[in-house]
């Protein structure tokens, strides 16, 4: 599986967007991107996923790069219950299993 | 919503003891993982499954084993605990669905603890 690098940690006022970098310069085209998020004390819980284009739920949205080489996650209006860790995850199409997770992101939200 | 439980929130046993950490799932998932996470490691994948009675090794097997038995339960057993076993363990299942976009849904964890 292809490496994701991602800043360790990022701040962010409540109500205000937040954007959360990952780099994946050896992603290969059968590499899908896939975010994942960790509360406290908690398992972590699946966020979004994309290939090429733009992705939108109602969670958060997803930009690609046209490149594919980065991505960025979007919560358009950060509130204290997005304080996590994110994780920014390649998984090859023709592979199903396990989750790499790396170190994520830290995201803290202040009101 | 898919609801993956875990037999314990938190776990205290002793070094040699015989330990089964038990996760069940309510979405007739295929897949079911086992995982650890410890500080500055990450999550690691420990055992897999992809059927009853099916298994696959992850990352970290040793010290470790599981039992499927039936679809909507996966065991994670610790034969022998061991301090270096000490961690949050987290268990995960998803559909087999289309390869490299199933959604992995998370128990809890269990923070076990060997003294």
């Known amino acids: 599986d292809a490496k994701t690098t991602q800043p360790n940690s990022m701040e962010s006022n409540e109500e205000e967007p937040v954007h959360l970098p990952c780099n994946h310069s050896t992603i290969s085209g059968t590499d899908y991107i896939h975010w994942y998020r960790q509360l406290p004390s908690q398992g972590p819980e699946y966020v979004i996923h994309?290939?090429?284009s733009n992705v939108n739920n109602r969670m958060a949205s997803l930009a690609i790069a046209e490149d594919r080489k980065s991505s960025t996650l979007i919560l358009h209006r950060a509130t204290l219950r997005d304080a996590a860790v994110y994780y920014c995850i390649l998984r090859d199409f023709n592979q199903g299993g396990k989750l790499i997770f790396g170190q994520g992101t830290e995201l803290s939200v202040k009101p | 919503d898919v609801k993956v439980t875990q037999s314990s929130r938190y776990l205290v046993k002793r070094t040699g003891e015989k330990v089964f950490l038990e996760c069940v799932q309510d979405?007739?998932?295929?897949?079911m993982f086992w995982y650890r996470q410890d500080p500055g490691l990450g999550l690691r994948l420990i055992y897999f499954s992809y059927d009853v009675k099916m298994k696959e090794k992850g990352d970290i097997p040793e010290g470790y084993s599981v039992s499927r038995e039936k679809k909507e339960r996966f065991s994670l057993i610790l034969e022998s605990a061991s301090t270096n076993q000490t961690s949050m363990y987290l268990c995960?299942?998803?559909?087999?669905?289309?390869?490299?976009?199933?959604?992995?849904?998370f128990g809890p964890g269990t923070r076990l603890t060997v003294l």
């Open positions: 995960a299942s998803s559909f087999r669905g289309a390869l490299g976009t199933d959604t992995q849904y």
């Open positions: 994309g290939l090429t």
């Open positions: 979405m007739d998932h295929e897949n």
